[in-house]
């Protein structure tokens, strides 16, 4: 899963301060654990996670050789159990074409007025920002503040209003006004949100300005360090990445020092904007700041190649066969790291996500078993999650099947299955027609289902379902919940195990909660794909609406 932040991420770490750090195992502690005999349906998922998230795979990190093994088994899987190829030129895989980019050099910045320039100092006052469209970029514009740059109607804000941004510069906050809900404030607090939504303005640039408040969350020194860091997109023909077609570049951050000169003669002075930023609920004065912002930078390109691996079960039923129900899960973990912790640098993901591969995998076997469904289903394995969802995100672009006939995704990612899981939390299941479907699977295997624990964490908007949320898809993604021993299981495997290298098969995985899981998965998908109607989003909900998804006609009932 992508990095998550905030709350339950600094309770984790309180954690791993207090000390409640699990005890090292013996080899043969760990051999006794691994190796232990297990019912066949459980050795079954098992067997997948022990291949997966073996040292030998390096941490199947998206672009690597070790990934292209992992892809490789699953295809196979894929072909023992029946699934018919919906990858490219008939065969399982669908070639993603991967692009590593990162600011060369520390560019340059000035501000002029007046006929004078003042050029701004590299790492006190700005870093350049990376643009993965272009290898060089050289931007001259007026600059205009938008406040947080957020636009919802829904909550009667649009921080645009009254302000021309055609051929400009647009300066911004980071975050978003906190009466919005944390799915949503995650959406628009994301950067790229921020960058789309200025270049459907007329935007030609973007830069993000450093506050009080986002530097205790990220100090702009600590950005500084970082700033030549190396991301991933999907790449383009002529090489460079792939940005939103209304996206413009985010040009550079400002620190807070270079945000007051930014300001200095503007209307509203850089002290009475940086004291507002510091509201949970700033409300922001949009206006055209003085001068001309210059911001130069070149981008450098690094190629690689991946691939998702994608499987089908044709429908049954001569009109609803065409419509496809996706089942994702993500392929690749984050490879191995610089700095080993007790000796291991191998960065395993057992959980994260090896085992909602083979639950995909085990959901494929039980298809074929009881057989075929009304509508089709689609078993989809991506790559590329880790760098930002960037393999769904190509798929959502590149489907395989018309996009018009995906009529739902469920998604299996990191299920802590390190205890007997009481309820299960639907991400996203509030949001659609999906919900009372989940409901009716949870219910039948035993458990119930409850409302997200972490609702500031935004996690809908956190995992490969959202890419097709936003081709307007109705999808859910369902996780273990908190009841009884779960918050608890929860909290140590973020502070022990989440992106590190103990994330592997000495922890202790209840092999027949992963059967619960499966089951519960499976259940979810057969009732969608045997339903006289598609999903639809609940009348009136943001993202449904936002994306322009199929809307039903009446608002959700209650759970009864």
């Known amino acids: 899963m992508v990095r998550l932040f905030s709350t339950l991420s600094f309770l984790a770490l309180s954690s791993v301060a207090a000390g409640q750090t699990p005890p090292k195992l013996t080899p043969a502690e760990v051999n006794a654990r691994v190796n232990a005999p297990l019912p066949a349906d459980q050795a079954a998922v098992k067997a997948h996670v022990m291949f997966l998230a073996s040292d030998a795979l390096k941490g199947r990190e998206a672009g690597s050789p070790e990934y292209d093994i992992a892809a490789q088994y699953v295809a196979a899987q894929f072909y023992a159990a029946g699934l018919k190829p919906a990858g490219d030129d008939g065969g399982y895989l669908q070639r993603v074409p991967l692009v590593g980019y990162k ?30 469209a272009r290898a060089k970029t050289d931007v001259s514009a007026p600059v205009v503040f938008a406040g947080y740059g957020v636009v919802a109607p829904a909550y009667g804000r649009d921080d645009y209003r009254g302000l021309d941004v055609r051929g400009k510069i647009v300066a911004l906050v980071a975050g978003t006004p906190s009466k919005m809900s944390g799915e949503e404030r995650a ?34 020194a600590k950005s500084v360090e970082d700033y030549q860091g190396l991301r991933m997109t999907w790449a383009k023909p002529d090489g460079t990445g792939n940005l939103d077609a209304d996206a413009a570049p985010i040009l550079a951050t400002l620190s807070t020092a270079g945000a007051a000169k930014l300001f200095a003669g503007a ?10 930023a510091a509201k949970s609920d700033a409300r922001f004065v949009s ?17 690689a190649t991946s691939s998702n691996v994608i499987g089908m079960i044709p429908g049954s039923d001569p ?20 700095k080993p912790v007790n000796g291991d640098a191998i960065n395993n993901g057992a959980l994260d996500d090896a085992i909602g591969i083979a ?12 057989g075929a469904p ?7 394995a991506v790559t590329a999650e880790e760098k930002g969802l960037v393999g769904s995100d190509y798929f959502a672009n590149h489907p395989t099947v018309p996009l018009a006939n995906i009529v739902a995704d469920v998604n299996l990612d990191m299920p802590i299955l390190t205890y007997k899981f009481e309820d299960m939390v639907a991400f996203g299941g509030d949001r659609s027609s999906l919900g009372p479907i989940v409901r009716r699977a949870v219910g039948a295997i035993g458990v119930e289902l409850s409302p997200d624990p972490i609702p500031d964490e935004g996690i809908f908007v956190r995992s490969d379902h959202f890419r097709f949320v936003e081709k307007g898809v109705p999808s859910v993604f369902l996780w273990p919940g908190h009841k009884g021993a779960g918050k608890a299981a929860t909290t140590a495997f973020l502070a022990t195990d989440y992106h590190k290298p103990s994330d592997d098969l000495t922890q202790p995985i209840l092999w027949d909660q992963a059967v619960r899981f499966v089951d519960a998965n499976y ?31 009446k608002e959700p009932m209650a759970a009864q």
């Open 187 to 220: 959406f628009f607090g994301s950067n790229a949100t921020k960058a789309t939504l200025a270049g459907m303005r007329g935007a030609v640039g973007v830069v993000m300005l450093s506050t009080p408040r986002s530097e205790k969350l990220r100090p702009f």
């Open 103 to 132: 600011v060369a050099g520390e560019g340059r910045a000035a501000l002029s007025r007046g006929g004078a320039a003042q050029p701004l100092k590299f790492g006190v006052d700005y870093i350049p920002g990376a643009n993965q």
């Open 374 to 380: 009304k509508r089709s289903i689609m078993f989809l």
């Open 359 to 370: 639950s995909l995998i085990e959901e494929a076997k039980r298809f074929k078993a009881t």
């Open 287 to 303: 206006e055209a700041l003085p001068g001309t912002l210059t911001v130069a930078s070149e981008t450098v390109f690094t190629p």
């Open 319 to 338: 009109a609803l066969g065409k419509e496809v129900v996706v089942l994702s899960a993500h392929l690749d973990h984050i490879g191995v790291s610089k």
């Open 523 to 553: 259940r979810i998908a057969r009732e969608i794909a045997d339903a006289p109607t598609r999903p639809v989003w609940n009348k009136g909900d943001y993202f449904g609406t936002l994306f322009k998804g199929p809307m039903g006609f």
């Open 267 to 276: 209307k509203t002075p850089w002290s009475r904007m940086s004291k507002e």
